[in-house]
C-alpha cells in the first residue's frame, strides 16, 4: 500500500528560505533510509505559493477560476511531498515519525495520506488474513 | 496506545529493521540461523519493555543494541569461544579491505549485500532461496511464504530449516564474492528476485493469477539491491523490467479474476509512476554500457509497451529488434515464441506463423501451453479456424491455471461461433 507524506508550509517555507544545512542533512539521511528499505518512490520539494495557481470552481459546470499566488493560511499549502510503499498502516507511521520536523520553530506539520489502490478492494479478504496471520505472530512471539 | 496497536506498530518496525539486524549480527556471530535467533531475541525483550516504556525514538538502534549484547553474550559462552574470536578477528579484517565491491557504501549497505549473497548462494536450491530470501530479508513469517506459494506452512518452515542447516555446514562466508565470482553470483541473485516477481505476476498453478505480495517483496529488494550495487548494469535492468510490469498489475485482471491481456489491457489505468521509474532504471542501465543484458532488454521491451498509447502505436518493429537481441543474448525457444509474436505484429502473422510452425516440432515445448496459444492466437488470425480452436482447446488442456484455462476456452468457443455467423 502506498503512502503520501505531506509536509505542510509554514511562514518560511512560503516566505522562499532555504532549509538549514543541519535539516538538509538530516532530509538526506532520512531519504538515503527510505531508498535502501527500498520503499521509497518518490519525494519532492515545492516552491512557495508565489509561483502557484489556484484553479476553483466556484460555480458547478461553469468556467474555472484562476487565483495566482501567494496563497495565505500556510497550514493548508503543501511545501513537499514523499510516496512510499508500505506493507502496513503502522509502517507508515513509523516511517512519517522518523522524518525530521519538517521546519522547525513549532510550526511543522507532517500528513500521513492513504493512496486508493485498485487492487485493495480486491485483495480485501487476502489484506484482512495477512493482518491476522500477523497479529497472530506477534502473539506467538510473545509467549515464547 | 492499545496493546495490539502497539504489537502492530512492533511489528511494522521488525519489518523495518529485521533484514538490517539479521545481517548486522551474521556478521557477528557468522551463522543466519543463530542472527535470526538472536534478532527474534532482541524483538521479544522490546515487545516486553516497549509495552511499559513506550516504543523508543529510535527502535532499530535499540534492538541493535539488545541484540548485539546477546551475542556478545552468547560468544562469551560459547565453548568455541576461541575459535570465534579467531574468527572474527579474521573476517574483520577480512572484510574492511575495500577490494571486494569499491561501489559499496555504509557498514549496513555491506551487510545487507551480504545477506543477500548467503540467502541466494547455489548451494541452495532454487525453492529455498527464494524461501530463505523472503524470510530473512523481507521479515515474511512462514505463514505468509506458505500462502503466497500455496503449499503447506510446515514445508516452508523446513525449508528455511534446512536452508539455514546447509549454509552452515557447508560454512558458506558472509561475504559479497570477489570481482570474478561475483557475476555468477549476481545473476543467481537477480534470479530469485525475478523469480519471487514472476510468481506474483503469474502464478503458475491455482485460482489466483496476480499475488501483489511477492511481487511487492521482489520489487522492494530490488530496489534495495540498486541502491547497493549502483555499478551493476543488470540490477538496473531488472528493476527496470519490474517496475514496468508492476505498472500493469492492475490492468492484468477484471473483476472477476480473469486474466486481461497485454493488447486488451486499459492503458488508462496502468500505473504511470511506476513507468516513470522503470524508464528512469533503464536509462541508468543503458548509461553503463551499451550492450543490454537479458534483464534490461527485457526491460527495453517492456518500455516500448508502456510507451505506446495504444496497439497501434507499439513500435512492434522495435520490439522484433530487442526480441533478436535477446535471442543472441540468452538464446531459448520460449524467446524465439516471443519474437514470433513480435514479428506477426510487426510484418503480418503469416512471418509469425512460420516460427511458430518450426516450434511446434521441438519437442521440448511439447508441454508448454503457450505454444499452442499463440499457434493459435495467429492461424486465427490468417483465418484457419478449425486448427485454431483445436491449438486453443490444446493449450487448455496443457495450462494448470485456472483462470488461463477458462479464457482459452472461451476463445475457441468464439471461434466456433464466428464460423456459425
Same mark, same amino acid.
Given at each position: 500500500?502506498?503512502?503520501?507524506?505531506? +509536509?505542510?508550509?509554514?511562514?518560511?517555507?512560503?516566505?522562499? +528560505?532555504?532549509?538549514?544545512?543541519?535539516?538538509?542533512?538530516?532530509?538526506?539521511?532520512?531519504?538515503?533510509?527510505?531508498?535502501?528499505?527500498?520503499?521509497? #518512490?518518490?519525494?519532492?520539494?515545492?516552491?512557495?505559493?508565489?509561483?502557484?495557481?489556484?484553479?476553483?470552481?466556484?460555480?458547478?459546470?461553469?468556467?474555472?477560476?484562476?487565483?495566482?499566488?501567494?496563497?495565505?493560511?500556510?497550514? %493548508?499549502?503543501?511545501?513537499?511531498?514523499?510516496?512510499?510503499?508500505?506493507?502496513?498502516?503502522?509502517?507508515?507511521?513509523?516511517?512519517?515519525?522518523?522524518?525530521?520536523?519538517?521546519?522547525?520553530?513549532?510550526?511543522?506539520?507532517?500528513?500521513?495520506?492513504?493512496?486508493?489502490? +485498485?487492487?485493495?478492494?480486491?485483495?480485501?479478504?487476502?489484506? #484482512?488474513?495477512? %493482518?491476522?496471520?500477523?497479529?497472530?505472530?506477534?502473539?506467538?512471539?510473545?509467549?515464547? | 496506545?492499545?496493546?495490539?496497536?502497539?504489537?502492530?506498530?512492533?511489528?511494522?518496525?521488525?519489518?523495518?529493521?529485521?533484514?538490517?539486524?539479521?545481517?548486522?549480527?551474521?556478521?557477528?556471530?557468522?551463522?543466519?540461523?543463530?542472527?535470526?535467533?538472536?534478532?527474534?531475541?532482541?524483538?521479544?525483550?522490546?515487545?516486553?519493555?516497549?509495552?511499559?516504556?513506550?516504543?523508543?525514538?529510535?527502535?532499530?538502534?535499540?534492538?541493535?543494541?539488545?541484540?548485539?549484547?546477546?551475542?556478545?553474550? &552468547?560468544?562469551?559462552?560459547?565453548?568455541?569461544?576461541?575459535?570465534?574470536?579467531?574468527?572474527?578477528?579474521?573476517?574483520?579484517?577480512?572484510?574492511?579491505?575495500?577490494?571486494?565491491?569499491? !561501489?559499496?557504501?555504509?557498514?549496513?549497505?555491506?551487510?545487507?549485500?551480504?545477506?543477500?549473497?548467503?540467502?541466494?548462494?547455489?548451494?541452495?536450491?532454487?525453492?529455498?532461496?527464494?524461501?530463505? !530470501?523472503?524470510?530473512?530479508?523481507?521479515?515474511?513469517? !512462514?505463514?505468509?511464504?506458505?500462502?503466497?506459494?500455496?503449499?503447506?506452512?510446515?514445508?516452508?518452515?523446513?525449508?528455511?530449516?534446512?536452508?539455514?542447516?546447509?549454509?552452515?555446514?557447508?560454512?558458506? =562466508?558472509?561475504?559479497?564474492?570477489?570481482?570474478?565470482?561475483?557475476?555468477?553470483?549476481?545473476?543467481?541473485?537477480?534470479?530469485?528476485?525475478?523469480?519471487? &516477481?514472476?510468481?506474483?505476476?503469474?502464478? /503458475?498453478?491455482?485460482?489466483?493469477?496476480?499475488? =501483489?505480495?511477492?511481487?511487492?517483496?521482489?520489487?522492494?529488494?530490488?530496489?534495495?539491491?540498486?541502491?547497493?550495487?549502483?555499478?551493476?548494469?543488470?540490477?538496473?535492468?531488472?528493476?527496470?523490467?519490474?517496475?514496468?510490469?508492476?505498472?500493469?498489475?492492475?490492468?492484468?485482471?477484471?473483476?472477476?479474476? $480473469? =486474466?486481461?491481456?497485454?493488447?486488451?489491457?486499459?492503458?488508462?489505468?496502468?500505473?504511470?509512476?511506476?513507468?516513470?521509474?522503470?524508464?528512469?532504471?533503464?536509462?541508468?542501465?543503458?548509461?553503463?554500457?551499451?550492450?543490454?543484458?537479458?534483464?534490461?532488454?527485457?526491460?527495453?521491451?517492456?518500455?516500448?509497451?508502456?510507451?505506446?498509447?495504444?496497439?497501434?502505436?507499439?513500435?512492434?518493429?522495435?520490439?522484433?529488434?530487442?526480441?533478436?537481441?535477446?535471442?543472441?543474448?540468452? =538464446?531459448?525457444?520460449?524467446?524465439?515464441?516471443?519474437?514470433?509474436?513480435?514479428?506477426?505484429?510487426?510484418?503480418?502473422?503469416?512471418?509469425?506463423?512460420?516460427?511458430?510452425?518450426?516450434?511446434?516440432?521441438?519437442?521440448?515445448?511439447?508441454?508448454?501451453?503457450?505454444?499452442?496459444?499463440?499457434?493459435?492466437?495467429?492461424?486465427?488470425?490468417?483465418?484457419?479456424?478449425?486448427?485454431?480452436?483445436?491449438?486453443? $482447446?490444446?493449450?487448455?488442456?496443457? /495450462?494448470?491455471?485456472?483462470?488461463?484455462?477458462?479464457?482459452? &476456452?472461451?476463445?475457441?468457443?468464439?471461434?466456433?461461433?464466428?464460423?456459425?455467423?
Amino acid at each position: 500500500m502506498r503512502f503520501m507524506m505531506i +509536509v505542510k508550509a509554514t511562514t518560511d517555507s512560503e516566505a522562499g +528560505v532555504m532549509p538549514s544545512q543541519e535539516l538538509i542533512d538530516a532530509m538526506q539521511k532520512y531519504n538515503e533510509e527510505l531508498v535502501k528499505a527500498g520503499v521509497l #518512490l518518490a519525494a519532492d520539494g515545492l516552491q512557495p505559493s508565489t509561483n502557484a495557481i489556484r484553479i476553483s470552481y466556484p460555480e458547478p459546470g461553469g468556467k474555472p477560476k484562476m487565483m495566482d499566488g501567494p496563497f495565505t493560511e500556510a497550514k %493548508e499549502i503543501i511545501a513537499g511531498y514523499t510516496l512510499i510503499e508500505v506493507k502496513s498502516r503502522e509502517e507508515a507511521i513509523e516511517w512519517a515519525l522518523r522524518m525530521p520536523d519538517p521546519h522547525g520553530f513549532g510550526q511543522g506539520e507532517i500528513e500521513l495520506r492513504q493512496v486508493f489502490e +485498485v487492487e485493495d478492494l480486491m485483495e480485501n479478504t487476502e489484506t #484482512l488474513a495477512k %493482518e491476522t496471520a500477523l497479529r497472530k505472530q506477534v502473539h506467538e512471539q510473545h509467549k515464547s | 496506545m492499545s496493546s495490539s496497536q502497539a504489537h502492530r506498530t512492533i511489528d511494522a518496525i521488525w519489518r523495518m529493521e529485521s533484514a538490517k539486524l539479521i545481517a548486522g549480527l551474521t556478521r557477528m556471530v557468522r551463522d543466519v540461523g543463530l542472527a535470526e535467533d538472536l534478532a527474534q531475541d532482541a524483538l521479544v525483550i522490546a515487545l516486553e519493555r516497549w509495552a511499559e516504556t513506550g516504543i523508543p525514538d529510535n527502535p532499530g538502534a535499540w534492538l541493535m543494541t539488545t541484540a548485539k549484547r546477546r551475542a556478545i553474550d &552468547f560468544i562469551r559462552r560459547s565453548k568455541l569461544r576461541d575459535q570465534k574470536y579467531v574468527e572474527i578477528g579474521h573476517s574483520i579484517n577480512l572484510y574492511t579491505e575495500d577490494d571486494v565491491d569499491q !561501489t559499496l557504501d555504509g557498514e549496513i549497505g555491506d551487510d545487507l549485500l551480504r545477506l543477500i549473497f548467503m540467502t541466494c548462494h547455489p548451494v541452495l536450491s532454487q525453492d529455498a532461496r527464494v524461501a530463505l !530470501t523472503l524470510r530473512l530479508l523481507c521479515g515474511l513469517t !512462514t505463514d505468509e511464504i506458505a500462502r503466497s506459494f500455496l503449499v503447506a506452512e510446515s514445508t516452508v518452515a523446513q525449508r528455511i530449516v534446512r536452508a539455514k542447516r546447509t549454509l552452515s555446514a557447508e560454512k558458506i =562466508p558472509f561475504e559479497v564474492p570477489a570481482r570474478e565470482e561475483m557475476k555468477d553470483r549476481m545473476s543467481a541473485v537477480l534470479e530469485v528476485i525475478y523469480l519471487m &516477481f514472476n510468481e506474483g505476476y503469474s502464478a /503458475t498453478s491455482g485460482d489466483h493469477w496476480i499475488r =501483489p505480495l511477492l511481487c511487492q517483496e521482489a520489487l522492494r529488494l530490488g530496489r534495495i539491491l540498486a541502491e547497493i550495487t549502483p555499478h551493476e548494469q543488470e540490477v538496473h535492468g531488472l528493476v527496470a523490467l519490474m517496475e514496468i510490469q508492476a505498472s500493469r498489475l492492475k490492468t492484468r485482471v477484471n473483476a472477476k479474476g $480473469e =486474466p486481461i491481456l497485454l493488447m486488451d489491457q486499459n492503458r488508462a489505468k496502468w500505473d504511470q509512476l511506476l513507468i516513470h521509474r522503470g524508464l528512469a532504471a533503464l536509462d541508468r542501465s543503458r548509461k553503463l554500457g551499451q550492450t543490454l543484458g537479458p534483464y534490461s532488454l527485457q526491460a527495453a521491451i517492456s518500455a516500448c509497451h508502456a510507451k505506446a498509447r495504444s496497439e497501434a502505436e507499439t513500435d512492434w518493429i522495435r520490439i522484433a529488434a530487442l526480441y533478436e537481441a535477446l535471442a543472441r543474448a540468452t =538464446p531459448s525457444l520460449i524467446v524465439e515464441l516471443n519474437r514470433a509474436v513480435a514479428i506477426s505484429m510487426a510484418f503480418g502473422p503469416a512471418f509469425g506463423l512460420q516460427i511458430v510452425d518450426e516450434l511446434n516440432i521441438e519437442p521440448s515445448l511439447q508441454g508448454y501451453h503457450l505454444l499452442p496459444s499463440v499457434r493459435g492466437d495467429l492461424l486465427a488470425k490468417v483465418g484457419r479456424h478449425d486448427e485454431a480452436r483445436t491449438e486453443f $482447446e490444446r493449450a487448455a488442456s496443457m /495450462t494448470q491455471n485456472t483462470r488461463e484455462r477458462e479464457l482459452l &476456452f472461451q476463445r475457441a468457443a468464439n471461434l466456433r461461433v464466428d464460423r456459425s455467423t
